[in-house]
């Protein structure tokens, strides 16, 4: 007994374990196309565990359910490579060669280039680029912006890479953006055209599988029109229709032809609702111009858009053309939902606006479980975005189109209005400093990458580059100065719902922030202290207290039952929603009444005919939506169209680095079997892809779920070249061409053609 007792008086006492605690918290996004919650366990202030919503589930205020990439947020949240101290390049630009600075010398550099700049140039020789790498109210790009705006200004764009050619198309069709009744309606429909769409991968908005689930149960018709047999159509469909890429145009046009010639339009909803169909109904002044009509039965140009004709375009039978057609018209309330890929090609503004055509003529406009097409904003108020962080006026009027930043370093002075410069005839500088803040548009995420290298490369051009971000990325592996910042667990912070959500969503800080690490908001804030702005850009306020300001914000637009600040964290539900009982509906008042209720178009009404875009006499920009054959063809050289679809493995380029995602959806190439046998290439061989912008070498997926003809790269991939300069990570954009659209001045990124080969190694 005495040996007992000693043996226990000589045993380790028991470890002590830290006290655990778990919040919800919104997932920090970066721009995936949803919203979602998590719950993140917290112990010994680190987070050792996340999971997600487990609230109650109504189709009302339905769970945010994260993906996998939410799920996986901590294989990035402490990764070793997240950059924690700053950095001062000491190679050339590009190498990637840093040393590690403090921050004061960090931030003195900074401010030294901005007040040179302004000094040397103006302010609008300093630009801030798009950037969505961090994705709530007080990170990211947002947090410069208001910046530069307080220090005299910066040269900015407009319009966006995901909606460029859709957000400029659709308000010629309606006069506006919000053109989609809220997402509780589609359980009305009872067809749903799935074109282009894959929400089950790139979300689109929390939920949106979820509810066209709902909506199959319920009996509705799914149909997927795509080149790929996604996700979306293995899950949510009842048939998979491949189409050749850039074509979509063609086969809603035969649509259009068969629901025509066999009575199957909407001809009182047209001649009371819209404008330019036929030659009964054409604007004042041009009365004798080509109406859709006359374009879908070949009056002028002697070619009646058939099935038949679309068939040798598309790769789609004549049969299922004509019976999509037929189903589409004669099924209804029906849904034609348009993805946003098909719109990021060379005549992008075309398929959005067929598309909407499409809607009107079957008179799905303005009907419980219908859809008018175009980007769909939900109704009434447009959904996400209802409250943002203060950027402020910007004293620098001109703005560039998003996608024309390079076009801007290499010719800045020389473009116009014609370049698509709005708030001035022309620009008066060429950018000479860039402040990147969560962005890797400046390399991975732009058109042609190897180009974008080569502008950045000369100092000549850009003479200065700062980079904020979490890590060393292709882009921040540009910059002059790299600032280490904090993840979004590390501060405070809001978001709410992406596009359709009726939610705002809490981000309380978790943890402290890694090494030396620091919020935009507090770098900017630092910053403003040595440009003498300080009082100005902070009016008081820590990030915490924005928060409170931004939900008072809220509050006031349409979430009057929003609690305080404290009430919200006290409470831990980490989201307030307003339910959605009565599903909003697009147009209703205007289908009631279009005299009482008229679209701001400048017909009052749907303009299948734009007089606005026949006054630019531009054949790319044709009156009524047209099928215009891309400028890149499939050739004896370039036989291949490319593709490439978001991923679940990233959120663009965020997410490349994070190995569990990368082993769940590895990086490959996806070649069908009728295009891979002649070339001998194998399951799983490594294949070279390249065309006459760049090449790259990286494994291959055989499989039969893209269609002939087309090869699929999951866009995103980090940039990583070797010493011949072949990419050997699977970066989409070594093919892309930095082309734009006519009308909107968009990303062309999805018109790619390539050639692919076994690789020798």
């Not at 997932?27 to 112990?43: T, V």
């Not at 100005?536 to 207290?545: F, L, M």
């Not at 831990?572 to 929603?577: K, L, R, T």
């Amino acid at each position: 007994m005495l040996d007992w007792v000693k043996s226990f008086r000589k045993t380790e006492p028991p470890p002590i374990v830290a006290p655990e605690r778990i919040v919800r918290v919104g997932c920090p996004a970066h721009n995936c196309g949803g919203r979602c919650l998590l719950k993140a366990h917290i112990r010994g202030g680190k987070i050792t565990q996340l999971e997600t919503d487990d609230r109650p589930d109504l189709i009302a205020a339905p769970q945010l359910r994260a993906c996998a990439r939410g799920r996986a947020y901590l294989r990035r949240q402490y990764h070793p490579d997240r950059l924690q101290y700053p950095l001062k390049r000491i190679g050339k630009r590009g190498a990637g060669k840093f040393t590690r600075i403090a921050w004061d010398e960090a931030l003195d550099r900074v401010v030294a280039q901005i007040r040179r700049v302004k000094e040397t140039y103006g302010n609008s020789a300093i630009f801030v680029p798009y950037g969505t790498g961090s994705y709530n109210q007080l990170n990211g790009s947002p947090t410069v912006r208001r910046l530069m705006n307080l220090s005299g200004g910066h040269l900015t764009f407009y319009n966006s890479y995901s909606w460029g050619a859709i957000n400029t198309a659709t308000p010629y069709v309606y006069g506006t953006l919000k053109t989609g009744n809220q997402r509780q309606d589609w359980l009305n429909s009872k067809y749903i055209l799935m074109w282009g769409w894959n929400p089950a991968e790139m979300r689109d908005g929390t939920n949106s599988d979820f509810f066209v689930k709902l909506a199959r149960e319920k009996g509705a018709r799914v149909v997927c029109i795509d080149p790929r047999h996604t996700l979306s159509a293995a899950a949510l469909a009842d048939e998979w229709i491949p189409i050749r890429p850039g074509t979509d145009v063609a086969m809603m046009t035969a649509m259009a032809y068969v629901m025509l010639t066999e009575e199957l339009c909407d001809e009182e909803f047209i001649r009371t609702h819209c404008v330019g169909f036929d030659q009964t109904q054409m604007p004042q002044g041009v009365q004798s111009a080509e109406s859709y009509a006359d374009y879908v039965l070949g009056v002028h140009d002697q070619v009646p858009k058939t099935p038949a004709w679309a068939e040798t375009i598309t790769g789609v039978p004549v049969e299922t053309i004509a019976r999509i057609a037929r189903e589409y018209a004669t099924i209804k309330p029906g849904v034609l939902y348009q993805g946003y890929g098909m719109q990021r090609r060379a005549y992008g503004e075309e398929v959005v606006r067929a598309g909407c055509v499409l809607a009107a003529i079957t008179g799905n406009v303005g009907v419980s479980g219908g859809w008018a097409s175009g980007l769909g904003l939900p109704a009434p108020d447009g959904g996400a975005f209802r409250s943002t962080f203060p950027i402020g006026q910007n004293p620098v009027k001109a703005t560039i189109p998003v996608f024309l930043w390079t076009e801007a370093i290499l010719r800045g002075r020389e473009m116009t209005r014609a370049d698509g410069v709005q708030g001035a005839d022309k620009l008066d500088n060429d950018i000479k400093l860039i402040y990147a803040a969560a962005t890797n548009i400046l390399i991975n995420q732009h058109a042609n990458v190897n180009r974008n290298a080569r502008i950045l490369q000369d100092e000549s051009l850009v003479e200065f580059i700062v980079a904020q971000d979490n890590f060393l990325t292709p882009t921040a592996r540009y910059a002059d100065i790299v600032l280490p910042v904090c993840t979004q667990f590390e501060m405070w912070g809001v978001e709410d719902g992406w596009k359709f959500g009726d939610e705002v969503i809490l981000m309380p800080k978790l943890v402290e922030p890694l090494g030396e690490s620091k919020s935009d908001y507090r770098i900017c804030a630092e910053i403003a202290e040595r440009l003498g702005i300080a009082e100005a850009y902070t009016e008081g306020r820590d990030e915490r207290q924005w928060v409170e300001w931004l939900l008072n914000r809220y509050r006031e637009s349409c979430f009057p039952d929003l609690p305080s600040l404290d009430e919200f964290e006290k409470s831990n539900i980490g989201v307030f929603a307003n339910a959605v009982t009565e599903p909003a509906i697009a147009f209703a008042d205007f289908r009631a009444d279009p005299q009482a209720h008229p679209l701001d178009t400048p017909s009052g009404k749907i303009e299948i005919f734009s007089a606005r875009l026949h006054a630019m006499q531009n054949p790319a920009i044709p009156a009524v939506p047209k099928y215009i054959e891309e400028y890149s063809s499939p050739s004896q050289k370039y036989p291949l169209q490319a593709i490439g679809h978001h991923t679940l493995a990233r959120v663009h380029s965020t997410h490349d680095n994070n190995d569990w995602l990368a082993e769940a959806f590895p990086q490959r190439v996806f070649i069908n079997p009728l295009d891979a046998g002649p070339r001998k290439i194998h399951d799983g061989d490594l294949v070279k892809v390249w065309n006459e912008l760049g090449a790259m070498i990286l494994p291959c997926r055989v499989t039969k779920r893209i269609m002939p003809g087309v090869v699929d790269i999951p866009q995103g991939a980090a940039w990583t070249p070797d010493e011949n300069g072949i990419d050997r990570r699977g970066n989409i954009n070594v093919l892309t061409s930095e082309r734009w659209t006519p009308l909107g001045f968009a990303s062309t990124q999805q018109t790619i053609l390539v050639q692919i080969e076994r690789a020798e190694s």
